[in-house]
């Protein structure tokens, strides 16, 4: 089955810096890559995906990569805020099934 | 629409109980997921149903576990008998087609 591997564990920058989380992928059948954001004590949320046929996708401050030839894809948070903070996942399925998530980025914006 | 609606939201049971977690789907979402997240662990999908069928439960750690989807706006995770390394908060998720997920607000349960 699917194995996602997500660096760091833990992430800590300065407000206003660049954050990026990095996640490798073992099966080249996957082609749905999603990340979701986890706020301490609450549910994982969808923040942005990108499915295998586009190589780059940027909503305001995020955007993600996806390197298909390599099966690494990388989440970029510009400008970061406090309100950043929380833990990161990424995740791959083939399609929408069966998804697999990485470990987790925790990640600290100080003021 | 209210989201993905799970209940309990916290569960305190003694090991050996039997133990009911709860989830409606969004309406008109035609897989249903249910994970569970332990700090050592992660996230751990546990089975996923489509349409109401179970497609793949190999994620369901032991024949204590069982889930059951009676019909589209309902599903069941049962432990029996619970223990208490089942202790971990447990979601459910639904999605339409091959879009992202929703997630529901978890069920904590500790076993003591």
């Known amino acids: 089955g699917e194995n996602v591997e997500q660096h760091p564990s833990t992430l800590s920058v300065q407000e206003g810096d660049s954050a990026v989380i990095k996640c490798t992928y073992s099966?080249?059948?996957?082609?749905?890559f999603p990340w979701y954001k986890q706020e301490l004590g609450k549910r994982p949320q969808l923040i942005i995906d990108?499915?295998?046929?586009?190589g780059e996708k940027k909503d305001q401050r995020i955007a993600v990569t996806l390197n298909k030839t390599a099966k690494h894809f990388s989440l970029h948070i510009t400008e970061t805020q406090p309100e950043d903070s929380a833990v990161y996942f990424c995740?791959?399925?083939?399609?929408?099934?069966?998804?697999?998530f990485g470990a987790g980025t925790r990640l600290t914006v100080k003021p | 629409d209210a989201g993905v609606i799970q209940s309990p939201r916290h569960e305190v049971t003694e090991m050996g109980q039997e133990v009911t977690l709860r989830c409606k789907p969004i309406?008109?979402?035609?897989?249903l997921f249910w994970y569970r997240q332990t700090m050592m662990r992660g996230l751990e999908l546990l089975i996923y149903?489509?349409?109401?069928?179970?497609?793949?439960d190999s994620g369901m750690p032991e024949d204590r576990f069982s889930a059951k989807m009676p019909n589209a706006s309902f599903s069941n995770l049962k432990i029996q008998p619970s223990e208490p390394r089942d202790s971990a908060v447990y979601f459910c998720?639904?999605?339409?087609?091959?879009?992202?997920?929703?997630f529901g607000s978890g069920t904590r349960l500790t076993v003591v």
């Open positions: 099966d080249s059948a996957s082609n749905y």
């Open positions: 309406s008109g979402h035609d897989y």
């Open positions: 998720a639904s999605s339409f087609r091959d879009y992202g997920y929703t």
């Open positions: 995740a791959a399925s083939i399609k929408n099934n069966d998804m697999r």
């Open positions: 990108i499915r295998s046929n586009v």
């Open positions: 149903f489509n349409n109401n069928v179970p497609i793949d």
